[in-house]
Antibody, heavy 120, light 113 residues
Framework: EVQLWESGGGLVQPGGSLRLSCGAS????????MSWVRQAPGKGLEWVSG????????YYADSTKGRFTISRDNSKNTLYLQMSSLRAEDTAVYYC?????????????WGQGTLVTVSS | DIVMTQSPNSLAVSLGERATINCKSS????????????LAWYQQKPGQPPKLLIS???ARESGVPDRFSGGGSRTEFTLTISSLQAEDVAVYYC?????????FGQGTKVEIK
């Protein structure tokens, strides 16, 4: 059974940094691209960033480019999102998501999410 | 970026009746080389992550009840719940995965009338 679990969320001041982690089990982690998707309170879904299975290719939404860094450690079956220069508008539940196929962006598996609150 | 627009924003339907949600993309998401529409539908209940219902515009995921069906092509798509059940109360999102960045519609809230 595929399982994804996020951690690392919390309260951070504007301009601060935070690193999210996503542990994975139940599939061959290194062969799947992974993504982060966020949802602001009471709002819709927004793709944040994606990474290839090898980690060699990374992709970002314009809203996070230059501030967020996605990475993975395939030896630990873990996905990361390093967030810096955080803004109030980054406040959201952050989900990690696995696609149905080896790559692509139709996500068949999601974690439960971790809440990031950016506030002074 | 491809803009996805859903209608209506909310929908109240009686139990057992049909619910239809529309989704329009700002450009075609039909890939000519494989003749597939890169369109997914998700269901999200309060406090839960989204659940993938349909990929490729019309391919239902395993375990999804057959009262859920997807249709359409190129720029216009629909999600139909043929006979609304109480457990179908949720917000539904369409999403294109034709190009990066993948983008979502704003969501349609389905309630019981």
């Amino acid at each position: 059974e595929v399982q994804l679990w996020e951690s690392g969320g919390g309260l951070v001041q504007p301009g601060g940094s935070l690193r999210l982690s996503c542990g994975a089990s139940g599939f061959t982690f290194s062969t799947y691209a992974m993504s982060w998707v966020r949802q602001a309170p009471g709002k819709g879904l927004e793709w944040v960033s994606g990474i290839s299975g090898s980690g060699g290719s990374t992709y970002y939404a314009d809203s996070t480019k230059g501030r967020f860094t996605i990475s993975r450690d395939n030896s630990k079956n873990t996905l990361y999102l390093q967030m810096s220069s955080l803004r109030a508008e980054d406040t959201a539940v952050y989900y990690c998501a696995k696609p149905r196929g080896r790559d692509g962006y139709n996500w068949g598996n999601w974690g439960q999410g971790t809440l990031v609150t950016v506030s002074s | 970026d491809i803009v996805m627009t859903q209608s209506p924003n909310s929908l109240a339907v009686s139990l057992g009746e049909r619910a239809t949600i529309n989704c329009k993309s700002s450009q075609s998401i039909l890939y000519s080389s494989d003749n597939k529409n890169y369109l997914a539908w998700y269901q999200q209940k309060p406090g839960q992550p989204p659940k993938l219902l349909i990929s490729w515009a019309s391919a239902r995921e395993s375990g999804v009840p057959d009262r859920f069906s997807g249709g359409g092509s190129r720029t216009e798509f629909t999600l139909t719940i043929s006979s609304l059940q109480a457990e179908d109360v949720a917000v539904y999102y369409c999403q294109q995965y034709y190009v990066t960045p993948p983008t979502f519609g704003q969501g349609t809230k389905v309630e019981i009338k």
